[in-house]
């Protein structure tokens, strides 16, 4: 079985910390993202990454970074915690040459005081 | 511009009879299109796809029928259990774009009840 594991289930910060977000899957996949979901919004994709030190913006990536040092792990970085980013941050990963099956990680609540 | 549409935030079924949830999509270059299922506190999980040179694909109780023409597809659940209950996000990728057939684009989910 595919796993996407999140560093954190729940994270309280303070407005102006900076948050590290890691992802680690164990399935040798070429691509990693990461999203946010938000009451009637959905899922909304921040980064993602399809190879190690490369990555690419998603719809949201304002007050965002990514870091892909690994082929298995990719961080999200807020490098000034808002309060406007307080979300659920979903982590997949997907085979390189998919056609779309992503596979997610459990996630992480993130509360910005 | 919302790409992947579902028009319905919520439906409530009684146990045993049919759900359908709906998802209209407006990108015509979208070939491939997923369902997913989410549980409160957890993560998406992949429930069954369909690519655009079917019309239909059939998993257990699970059925995903698409209509090309009108840019629309539908999730079928047959019967309807309580542990159905959760968030279904309708979900599509297109396939030849320069690494966009990495991506996926989301609808903003249906919620789904099954009442026993």
């Known amino acids: 079985d595919v796993k996407v594991t999140q560093s954190s289930r729940y994270l309280v910060k303070r407005t102006g910390e900076k948050v590290f977000l890691e992802c680690v899957q164990d399935m040798d996949h070429e691509n990693m993202f990461w999203y946010r979901q938000d009451p009637g919004l959905g899922l909304r994709l921040i980064y993602f990454s399809y190879d190690v030190k490369m990555k690419e913006k998603g719809d949201i990536p304002e007050g965002y970074s990514v870091s892909r040092e690994k082929k298995e792990r990719f961080s999200l970085i807020l490098e000034s915690a808002s309060t406007n980013q307080t979300s659920m941050y979903l982590c997949?990963?997907?085979?390189?040459?998919?056609?779309?099956?992503?596979?997610f990680g459990p996630g992480t609540r993130l509360t910005v005081l | 511009d919302q790409q992947v549409k579902q028009n319905s935030p919520s439906l409530s079924v009684q146990e045993g009879r049919i759900s359908i949830l709906n998802c209209d999509y407006t990108n015509s270059m979208f070939d491939y299109f997923l369902w997913y299922k989410k549980y409160p506190a957890e993560g998406p999980t992949f429930l069954i796809s369909i690519s655009s040179i079917k019309d239909k694909n059939e998993d257990g109780r699970f059925t995903v029928f698409l209509n090309k023409s009108a840019k629309h597809l539908s999730l079928h659940i047959v019967p309807s259990q309580p542990g159905d209950s959760a968030v279904y996000f309708c979900a599509a990728s297109a396939k030849f774009w320069a690494r966009s057939n990495y991506k996926l684009t989301f609808g903003k989910g249906t919620l789904l009840t099954v009442n026993p």
């Open positions: 997949a990963s997907s085979p390189g040459q998919s056609p779309g099956t992503q596979y």
